[in-house]
Each structure stands twice: as C-alpha cells, then as structure tokens.
C-alpha cells in the first residue's frame, strides 16, 4: 500500500471522527459511514478521469445496490469532499471536487406501498411450531408491538427480560442516544416468552443471538427469514422488511386516532413531521385543518 493511500484513509478516519463528536452517531451509522468511505476512497485511488461526482454515481449505479443505499453514499461522499476543501487536505486533487455538477439523484417514494394488516394475517398464519419459526413470530410481533427499529431490537439482551415481564415495558436508548419507553402487548409477551422456554437465553447474552449468546442474529439473516416467510405467505416481498411492522405500528396508532405527539414519542421520532411522513397522515392533517380552522369555516360561508 503506497504512503499516498495511506494518507487517504487516514483522511477519511480524521472526518469520520469528527462527524461522530459532531452528530452523535450511532454504532450502525458509523458503520454505513465507514463502509461508504471505503467504496469512495477505493474508487477515487484508481481513477483517473475529470469528472470525479457523475463517474462515481454511474460506479455506484453497475452495483447490486439499492437507490437509497447510492443516495447514502453520495451524502457522505459530498460531505467528505467539503470536509477536504475547509481543511485543505492537498492529498486529494481538490480541483476534482467541483459540487457544481453533481448528479441529481432522486429517490423513489420509499412507503408508496407498505406493509398492510392483512399482509401481518397472512404472515403469522404461515408460521408454525418449529424452533425458527417461534423465533421469528417473536421478533415479528415485538417490532410490531414497540415499535423498534431493528437495530434496538438486536441489541436487547437476556437481563432486559426482567423489566419487561413485571411492567410489559422497556426504558431503551435510541437514535443520538435519546431515551424512550417501548410497550409490549400480550401478544408480544406470549410470543417472546413462547421464545424463551424455547431458546437457552443468558442473562448477559443477546436476547436473540447468532452462533453464540454474546453475537446477536444479523439484520441480513432478519431479513432473509422475512423475505422467505413472506414468499410463503404469497406477499410482495418488496414490503416486508424489519422497518415494515414499526411502519405499520405507527400508522395503525395514527389511524386509530391517537394523538401524534403520543406516537412521535412511542417512535423516538425528534421531529413531528418525521412522525407525520412516516404515518401517512398529512392528507389527513390537510383535511382536519380544512373541516376544523375557523378561518376555514369563514371562507366556506363567503363562498357559499
């Protein structure tokens, strides 16, 4: 490996550590970080071009990877190269990061279909009595239960058992280390408990491991399972994936009219409109903000 290369990656681990003093990453962002430097840095020390931005994009376009994935890495490739050019970082050719050219990637509406309650019925009546199969009905209805993204789920352990058996609920530390209360339902605890008598769970181990208690299950094998469950359930494949139950937590809450800052809470959302997007509600709130502003009601009569 050349002095050069080297000088590349320290570079990259320099505004890696610095971004995660700056926003609080969590430990699977800096991951995706991590790995979206790496392809970049790799690209950039073969190439040999002059238009540095549309080449990656069109690299990144011949992988076997997903739009929103692409977008991710060009986000943290643009964020890299403005990091580069405030500290001057003459290592790179910085005349190639001209920003003024960079491709404009649009994403495809990630929730136009989702998950639907009858999709959930057709699921979990294909899952039997088999030691795989009660492990993940318990993951399917946690995740439908709480709320948790993958991420927190995996990194449950066998001592959150107790809290959760006496007051059905648990305290857990989000995204940017933001604290919230998830809450199981019955069903929930039926299924994990069914689970437990099932799996030799440790006290100091993963509540759900992989090929020891101290590794949990991956999220690629979570996903492999649910993709096989929901071919079996005759189910589009494209909307079952671990984020697809909490997404469909949260707009069953939302459509049941609880109030929004209530689910903005359960969800661990920082932000309302996160809440509103991900529940498909503005339709709703433009409806509600019509029928009920008085504002609205006098413009009604002025027109009638």
């Excluded at 890495?73 to 970082?89: A, H, L, N």
């Excluded at 910085?94 to 639907?116: A, H, M, R």
């Excluded at 066998?158 to 959760?164: A, H, P, V």
């Excluded at 992989?210 to 909307?239: C, E, H, M, W, Y």
Aim: hydrophobic share 35%; aromatic share 12%.
């Amino acid at each position: 490996m050349t002095r050069q290369r080297l000088d590349l990656f320290e570079t990259a681990r320099l505004f890696l550590w610095s971004i995660i003093a700056q926003k609080r990453l969590s430990g699977n962002t800096q991951k995706a970080y991590e790995q979206d430097l790496k392809v970049f840095v790799d690209f950039y020390n073969k190439y040999t071009g002059k238009t540095l931005l549309q080449d990656f994009y069109i690299f990144l376009k011949n992988q076997n990877i997903s739009d929103s994935t692409i977008a991710r890495r060009f986000s943290t490739v643009i964020q890299f190269m403005k990091y580069c050019c405030r500290e001057k970082r003459t290592e790179f050719n910085l005349d190639l990061f001209d920003l003024s050219n960079k491709p404009n990637i649009k994403l495809k509406q990630t929730y136009s279909t989702f998950l639907e309650t009858d999709h959930l019925d057709k699921i979990r009546s294909v899952l039997g009595r088999t030691k795989s199969d009660i492990r993940l009905r318990a993951i399917i209805e946690i995740l439908y239960s709480t709320g948790l993204r993958i991420s927190e789920l995996l990194g449950l352990k066998g001592s959150d058992l107790t809290q959760i058996e006496l007051h059905k609920r648990l305290l857990i530390t989000g995204k940017g280390g933001n604290q919230r209360y998830v809450f199981f339902n019955d069903l929930s605890m039926q299924k994990l408990f069914e689970y437990v008598s099932m799996f030799n769970v440790e006290h100091d181990g993963f509540l759900f491991y992989g090929r020891s208690f101290n590794i949990p299950i991956t999220r690629q094998r979570v996903f492999q399972l649910l993709k096989s469950v929901a071919d079996k359930a005759g189910v589009d494949r494209d909307v079952v994936f671990p984020h697809s139950f909490r997404h469909r937590m949260l707009t069953d809450l939302v459509n049941g009219n609880a109030d929004l800052i209530s689910v903005q809470k359960i969800a661990g959302h920082k932000k309302l409109n996160t809440t509103a997007s991900y529940t498909h509600v503005d339709q709703r709130l433009h409806e509600d903000l019509a029928k009920y502003h008085p504002l609205s009601k006098i413009s009604k009569k002025k027109l009638s």
